[in-house]
């Protein structure tokens, strides 16, 4: 066992003197093979004893700290492990704080913090079911946010070998954890450093810039800037790696609402061809303006929607099937002057029996408002008079 100890210690101390950024990543990493063939057979108490004689300070504690977060993950004790992960992650920023003019360490600074970040979101669903509240997550974000403001601060002359490149990943993890705790505030101050970085966007990997774009679409969706959630999903989508078929089809889930709201409807051959026809019976009822169908479509595959947190952004589509369901009355009247009392027999036929003609004028009203319909309601003779020229303006503007 203590030989298995002795040569690990020996190899990641090698490995950090030569600055070799992928055989430290993966001596740091708790998902490496080095888990089972040599921590898993060392003795906790050993490990302080021989990491002395192969690092001093801060590596000292980067050594212990991996070998004992290693032993209690596969102990499955996650709260040990998270407090040993945070060790970890602390060491390795006072190791590079301590490296100027290089960023050989970014890559074992993603691998610390993706562990970190894993971790905290298994023992939070741990401590959910147990009944109690969650923690950990919150103090993963505090260790990873001192990452990015020790990376955001380097002076490197060289964009080669500063570390600014690396705060794109470490955002990427903020903004996955805020998303699990349904907070974003701590993040606004790191978006607008982020933001005034993009004259420098392209020194931070593809793969890092997709799911940065992927994430604040989401974001933006969420806070109904549906043209700004549009922007970054639409450049998450053309920049994914073609391979990646798994992310595509996330980013897709996103966009789909997203492009819907903003009147571009999905064909069958996109949905089908990415395994989300979830949502082909939500743009049928849409586009034919049918509410009873629209609604049963929701329902039927509400638990995918919930899953995914886009079922109310697509409730908000009722309002664009109301537009449609009406364009096609306007249609069939042929006259720009349309009795409101006609709308309400549409709303009926299609399954909104409860609907009154004072509801309708509401739904009407803010149809108008919304830019969805250009007229106005002569209140007086309860009918709405919608323009000659385009009475129903594509929905893009808006």
């Known amino acids: ?91 390795w920023r006072m190791h590079m704080g301590k490296e100027p003019e290089t960023n050989w360490s970014l890559r074992p600074l993603n691998v610390v913090t993706t562990d970190l970040r894993v971790i905290a979101g298994r023992l939070d669903e741990q401590v959910v079911q147990a009944g109690a509240k969650p923690f950990a997550l919150e103090k993963a974000m505090s260790e990873i946010t001192n990452c990015f403001r020790t990376l955001s601060s380097d002076k490197s002359a060289s964009p080669e070998a500063n570390k600014k490149r690396g705060m794109i990943f470490l955002v990427n993890h903020l903004l996955c954890i805020a998303f699990k705790l349904n907070n974003f505030a701590f993040l606004k101050s790191i978006i607008r450093v982020m933001e005034g970085q993009k004259h420098q966007s392209q020194l931070y990997a593809r793969a890092h810039r997709v799911t940065y774009r992927y994430y604040m679409g989401r974001r933006a969706m969420y806070e109904a800037d549906y043209k700004g959630a549009d922007d970054h999903l639409t450049f998450a989508l053309k920049h994914c790696h073609q391979a990646a078929v798994r992310n595509k089809r996330l980013i897709l889930i996103h966009l789909i609402p997203v492009n819907l709201l903003l009147g571009r409807m999905p064909s069958d051959a996109l949905l089908e061809n990415n395994n989300l026809t979830q949502f082909q019976a939500v743009t049928a009822a849409v586009k034919k303006g049918d509410l009873a169908a629209f609604n049963q479509a929701l329902d039927q595959h509400q638990d995918f929607f919930v899953q995914w947190g886009i079922y109310l952004v697509l409730e908000k589509l009722k309002l664009l099937t109301y537009r449609n369901l009406f364009k096609r009355v306007h249609k069939l009247i042929g006259s720009h002057q349309i009795k409101l009392a006609a709308l309400v027999t549409a709303m009926h036929a299609v399954g909104e029996l409860d609907v009154d003609q004072e509801e309708v004028e509401c739904i009407v009203a803010n149809l108008i408002h919304q830019r969805f319909i250009k007229g106005y309601i002569a209140h007086k003779q309860q009918v709405l008079v919608v323009s000659k020229k385009e009475p129903f303006p594509p929905i893009q503007k808006a």
């Open 1 to 91: 066992a203590t030989t298995h100890l002795r040569r690990y210690l020996q190899s990641l101390a090698s490995s950090i003197a030569s600055q070799n950024p992928e055989k430290t990543a993966s001596l740091l990493s708790l998902r490496d093979v080095h888990l089972q063939t040599v921590v898993a057979n060392i003795e906790f108490n050993d490990i302080d004893h021989y990491t002395g004689s192969y690092f001093q300070d801060d590596d000292a504690d980067l050594a212990k700290s991996h070998l004992k977060a290693g032993i209690k993950f596969l102990n499955q004790d996650l709260e040990a492990c998270l407090t040993h992960q945070l060790a970890v992650v602390a060491a």
